[in-house]
């Protein structure tokens, strides 16, 4: 999901769902970037995310407490996706995405504690999550 931060969602298993509105706002550029990057078009995307993420300690109802039922393990986040859609080097099809995610859900996990050092708690997290990626479309 990304409007967490990595350590956040760690677990044993998840499971995930993703919904998408992509749209295109320029769709017949043809921007030469130094014959390395071909600018074809502008895009965005409306996305809603939602995750279930077993505990460290054990999966999913293995364990009958609340830590492991499936209400404290349920995430999401809603989020805008900018894309610049293009070639690299005129050849393989890529995409320059900046995502920028609000969490919905935020809960202390303690998979990964530091020695010496407090868990973070969601109060002390970023409140937006901003991911970046270029490469294959795919």
Same mark, same amino acid.
């Given at each position: 999901?990304r409007g967490?931060?990595?350590?956040e ?7 995930s769902l993703r ?13 030469n ?11 965005g ?8 993420v ?17 209400? @404290?393990?349920v /995430?999401?986040?809603v *989020? ?8 690299? +080097?005129g =050849?393989?099809q $890529? !995409?320059?995405n ?10 202390? @996990?303690?998979c /990964?504690?530091?020695? *010496? ?8 997290? +970023?409140? =937006?999550?901003v $991911? !970046? ?6």
């Amino acid at each position: 999901l990304r409007g967490y931060e990595p350590d956040e969602l760690a677990g044993r298993s998840w499971a995930s769902l993703r919904i998408e509105y992509r749209h295109t706002f320029l769709h017949d550029l043809d921007l030469n970037l130094l014959w390395l990057f071909y600018v074809h078009g502008l895009a965005g995307g409306l996305f809603a995310e939602a995750a279930l993420v077993s505990p460290c300690d054990a999966h999913i109802g293995t364990v009958d407490d609340l830590a492991h039922g499936f209400k @404290r393990n349920v /995430f999401g986040d809603v *989020g805008y996706s900018l894309r610049v859609l293009g070639d690299f +080097f005129g =050849v393989s099809q $890529s !995409v320059f995405n900046v995502d920028v995610a609000v969490p919905l859900v935020r809960r202390e @996990r303690g998979c /990964f504690p530091v020695e *010496g050092a407090a868990p973070a708690t969601p109060r002390e997290r +970023f409140p =937006v999550g901003v $991911s !970046v990626y270029f490469g294959p479309v795919w």
